[in-house]
């Protein structure tokens, strides 16, 4: 039996596997700090996302917006818009400008919920990144690159 064809002597060496067990334990972390809220992950990023983009632009934030602000597939955006809105955490209405789109809003208790899970993220996060230490400017700054570059790629694939 052959072992597995690979450019890496170690596992170790591999930045993709790398990533892939840390953003598993990462997320981990993520869940158990929502727990507590009644918040998936996706759930929060989609409601955090939306109260940021409500609060920055004071204009309609459509589905498109939050969903390209927050990476996430459109499909599964509306999904989650969804479960949000059956919470009384979001509104779904007509955009004023495009009759095709959705205009989103938070309402008073989303906004009251998504602020108080923040909290309790960033604390995740805090702890998480601790063992980065002065490191962790230079890390945000790599995952901004990489970001970046999916960017490119995603452009370039249309």
Not at 5 to 14: D, I, L, Q, V
Not at 26 to 33: F, Y
Not at 139 to 156: E, K, S
């Amino acid at each position: 039996m052959s072992g597995l064809s690979t450019g890496f002597s170690s596992a170790e060496e591999s930045p993709g596997l790398l990533l892939w067990q840390v953003t598993n334990r990462w997320q981990a972390a993520q869940r158990a700090a929502l727990k507590p809220y009644g918040l998936t992950h996706v759930q929060f990023v989609l409601l955090a996302s939306l109260t940021w983009l409500a609060g920055a632009s004071g204009e309609a934030v459509t589905q498109r917006a939050l969903a390209d602000h927050a990476v996430t597939d459109p499909m599964m955006t509306s999904q989650v818009l969804r479960v949000l809105e059956g919470r009384d955490l979001v509104v779904r209405g007509p955009h004023p400008q495009d009759a095709r789109a959705r205009a989103l809003s938070v309402t008073p208790e989303g906004r009251d919920l998504a602020n108080r899970a923040v909290a309790a993220v960033e604390a995740c996060d805090a702890a998480f990144f601790a063992a980065l230490g002065d490191g962790i400017p230079a890390f945000a700054r790599a995952l901004r690159t990489l970001r970046a570059a999916g960017d490119a790629g995603d452009a370039g694939a249309g």
